[in-house]
């Protein structure tokens, strides 16, 4: 008597091209995932279309709308009050060469230091990285700082913006863990081929950390992008003030001046003109952005695994 044996059944059926088919329940989750992503990404957005939108409107339409996202008449008021000078240009090159030069010098002091203190043979390497990460929970204060900024002859130069804050140490433990997961053969191999320790650096560790150095430079531009209480503290010639600086003495001047009803017909509206402002001063990080989108989310997870 044969024995007659059943294919075991299965919840997923199998396509001619050997991929199963998603199940009713992994259907029903992939489109409330992607609901609550929808959901997730306008909560975002919406408040910059709104600030986008504000900075077009006219006086009257600020007046009887709470929120807009496209004005019923659009105006560039705002903008050219804010571009009437050439001192917002003066203020957007301080900006530029400072997050420029920042960027450039606190990747370069921070590679190095991070390179360095990934090697476990590093003697005093511990103690080192122990003061490191002991600057993120205590700090000096506002008031040594400014002591020693002020010792250094650093008061009214744009150096006062750079050197003050050129390794950030949570940028540091990112980086230096990106550097401990590095291969120590591909090391040993470039020094036997006759490569010093800067060589094998430059030549070697750099090339395969543009994620982590995309990301860390990321978090750097837009510190030094957005630099104002330094600036404050350490810059009194107003011909080296930072777009950020500039961009809020726009803004106190655009409110007093509507203050005064003789003043109305001449100053945009003060909403509007701080709606173009914060337009201004984030345009340009946006514009940045989508170029280094691609290394932000590797290097910020690689970095951050044995952190």
Known sequence: MSKSTAAPTTSRRTRKDGFRRDSTSMR???????????AFALICVLPFLNVLGS?????????TRSFILIPYDITLDAYRYILSTSTIFRAMGVSVFVT????????????LMAYALSKRYLRGRRVINFLVVFTMLFSGGMIPTFIVVQSLGLIDSLWALILPVAINAFNFVIMRSFFQAIPDSLEEAARIDGCSDLGTFFRIVLPLSLASIATIGLFYAVGYWN????????????TKWPIQVLLRQIVIVA????????????VPPAQSVKMAVIVVATLPMLIVYPFIQRYFVKGALIGSVKG
């Open 227 to 238: 630099t104002y209480q330094n600036a404050i503290l350490y810059i009194n010639d107003s």
């Open 55 to 63: 900075s077009f409107a006219s006086s009257g339409e600020l007046a």
């Open 28 to 38: 029903v989750f992939r489109v409330a995932n992607g609901f609550v992503l929808v």
């Open 100 to 111: 420029v030069v920042g960027t450039f010098v606190s990747l370069l002091l921070t590679a």
């Open 255 to 266: 409110s007093g001046m509507n203050a005064d009803a003789s003043s109305v017909d001449i």
